[in-house]
């Protein structure tokens, strides 16, 4: 019996999960999306085409892989609509190889605008939301009054979709000066809920078990970063999902004894988007050259993200919570033009040396402690092979293995599927 193999982010997402899944394809029968929703945008760059995904897994564009989005996913039918409508052009038999688990639940246009008010409504304390309805979709999920995918093949799903926008339409009437017209939200709405009932839905947990018995090969992909998981991340500048590799079990019916390999991935610095602590946060010319170099703008949003160093504290953690058995580094290239790069190993808070981030660190000045390291100063981004890699970049990794006490399997040179190098 075949174990699962779980892809995820150890920063605060965007780390390149989309370009490695699609790289990876190739070995896995199928890819498994575990969590989150449309909040997630997965780049992914081949024959000069940069593809953006929200729902929908990295592996659709690979015609021998099927793809499942798992119950612990949230979908929003408008956006799951224009990313379907995105792909017509390039003849991917989405019907036969995108199956849905009738256990997902729905993001309804009133859980979008639930989203915008409470951000509104916490003003400077705002979390940064991408907007997309992601808190309220579960916290109904765990309210139990959530809508899922199977609901919308019952004779009462108009019925069940009407008490729970009252509901809401309650609740956003608490917010004053909050307006919002419904009525030109549902059309996209129902028309998103025709198109999924015309693909394939499934329950998942029995079809991603059935398939491992038969030998086949599984990969979960993981969507944000451990460091926005809902509980092990800086709460509460989070998402509200298990984006940790414990959140496979819940979010595909995986067993925890059925995990495989963990493969943690992370970008040669740190980026994050959205309010939150950020130690290592440069607001200076140099987080702005990662910026511009990085083209560090969100996928979905369009935000720019926060730029800094490489956070080894952060990583160590991310490791730990996640069980990582091997990891990529992304985004080596960003770096090419820096004579030195710096490394935080440690944290100053209060007078105080630790490799840790404290419970409460609200109002407390963390001070990140670096060591530097010699730079490559040239173009990573023609090399085919780490064998050709500049002596300084292969330090790098080493440097990092050693502190990080888990290999390093490749090295990401370009955002292109082919610029990825293995580095064993
Ligand atoms: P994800 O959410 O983890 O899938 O990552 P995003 O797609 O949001 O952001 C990663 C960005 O970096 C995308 O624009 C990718 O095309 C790009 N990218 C991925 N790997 C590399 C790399 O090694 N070098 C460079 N320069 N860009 C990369
Ligand atoms: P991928 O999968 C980066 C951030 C938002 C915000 C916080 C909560 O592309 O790596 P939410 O909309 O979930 O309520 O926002 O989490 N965030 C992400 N940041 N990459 C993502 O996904 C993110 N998804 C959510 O910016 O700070
Ligand atoms: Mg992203």
């Not at 996913?73 to 038999?93: Q, R, T």
């Not at 059925?258 to 200076?284: H, M, Q, W």
Request: hydrophobic share 40%; net charge negative.
């Amino acid at each position: 019996m075949n174990k699962v193999d779980v892809l995820l982010g150890l920063q605060w997402g965007d780390e390149g999960k989309g370009k490695i899944v699609d790289v990876l394809t190739p070995k896995y029968d199928i890819i498994a999306r575990f969590q989150g929703g449309p909040n997630a945008g997965h780049t992914l760059e081949f024959d000069g085409i940069k593809h953006v995904l929200h729902t929908i897994p990295s592996g659709i564009f690979r015609a021998n892989t099927l793809n499942v989005i798992g119950n612990g996913v949230v979908i929003d039918p408008v956006v799951f609509k224009k990313e379907i409508d995105a792909l017509a052009p390039f003849n991917i038999p989405v019907k036969e190889n995108l199956l849905i688990s009738n256990k997902a639940h729905l993001i309804l246009p009133t859980h979008r605008l639930l989203d915008a008010a409470s951000e509104q409504a916490k003003g400077n304390e705002k979390i940064g939301s991408t907007l997309k309805g992601i808190g309220p979709t579960y916290m109904d999920k765990t309210g139990r009054n959530g809508i899922r995918v199977g609901d919308i093949f019952s004779p009462n799903f108009q019925e069940k979709y009407n008490a729970l926008v009252e509901k809401h339409i309650g609740i956003l009437g608490h917010h004053e000066g909050f307006e919002y017209d419904l009525s030109e939200l549902e059309p996209a709405f129902f028309e998103g809920i025709d198109l999924i009932k015309s693909l394939t839905t499934i329950d998942s947990e029995h079809y991603l078990n059935k398939a491992m018995k038969e030998g086949k090969t599984i990969l979960a992909e993981g969507a944000q970063g451990t460091l926005l998981d809902i509980d092990f991340g800086s709460y509460p500048f989070v998402t509200s999902s298990n984006t940790v590799t414990a959140g496979t079990c819940t979010g595909l019916g995986v067993a925890p004894t059925k995990i495989g390999n963990v493969i943690g991935i992370f970008k040669a610095y740190c980026t994050r988007v959205g309010s939150g602590p950020f130690p290592t946060e440069l607001n200076d010319e140099v987080g702005e050259k990662i910026r511009a170099a990085g083209f560090e703008f969100g996928a979905t949003t369009g935000r720019p993200r926060r730029c800094g160093w490489i956070d080894l504290p952060a990583l160590k953690y991310a490791i730990m919570i996640n069980g990582v058995t091997e990891l990529n580094m992304m985004k080596s290239d960003v770096l090419d033009t820096f004579d030195t790069i710096k490394v935080c190993t440690h944290y100053t808070i209060n007078g105080k040396k630790i490799d840790y981030l404290p419970f409460d660190i609200n109002g407390l000045e963390i001070i990140p402690v670096y060591e530097e390291v010699k730079g490559w100063n040239c173009d990573l981004t023609k090399l085919t092979s780490m064998d050709e890699a500049p002596q300084a970049l292969k330090d790098y990794v080493a440097y990092l293995e050693n502190a990080l006490e888990v290999p390093i399997t490749i090295v990401s040179v370009g955002p292109d599927r082919k610029q990825t190098l293995r580095n064993r």
